[in-house]
């Protein structure tokens, strides 16, 4: 098992950077891939990026690819989602969440734990 809790939303600006974090509890989280995923208002989850549970490999969706970077501390067992450039359409709640697995998933059905969410509103 593992409890997921994310950090650093805000509102912030076109143009502007945020940093999400999300720390986990037990003492399993180097086991876990983990990923962010997003969801806006009057839309389904989509996928962000994903990182494996040792950290060398990592996968974004075309959307972010570029300007969100996605990295672990797993001394610290806290994941990361650095967020630059930052559009309007990236407003949405952002979730990080745990899949116990070797290898990064896009698909949110691979993925078992979740956090509550964080909401990121990015205005023009």
């Known amino acids: 098992q593992v409890q997921l809790v994310e950090s650093g939303g805000g509102l912030v600006q076109a143009g502007d950077s945020l940093r999400l974090s999300c720390a986990a509890s037990?003492?399993?989280?180097?086991?876990?891939?983990m990923a962010w995923f997003r969801q806006a208002p009057g839309k389904e989850r989509e996928f962000v990026a994903t990182i494996s549970r040792s950290g060398g490999s990592t996968d974004y969706a075309d959307s972010v690819k570029d300007r969100f970077t996605i990295s672990r501390d797993n001394a610290r067992n806290t994941v990361y989602l650095q967020m630059n450039s930052l559009k309007p359409e990236d407003t949405a709640v952002y979730s990080c969440?745990?899949?116990?697995?070797?290898?990064?998933?896009?698909?949110?059905?691979?993925?078992?734990?979740w956090g509550q969410g964080t909401q990121v509103t990015v205005s023009s």
């Open positions: 037990g003492r399993t989280f180097s086991s876990y891939a």
């Open positions: 969440a745990a899949a116990r697995t070797s290898y990064t998933r896009r698909s949110q059905y691979e993925y078992g734990f």
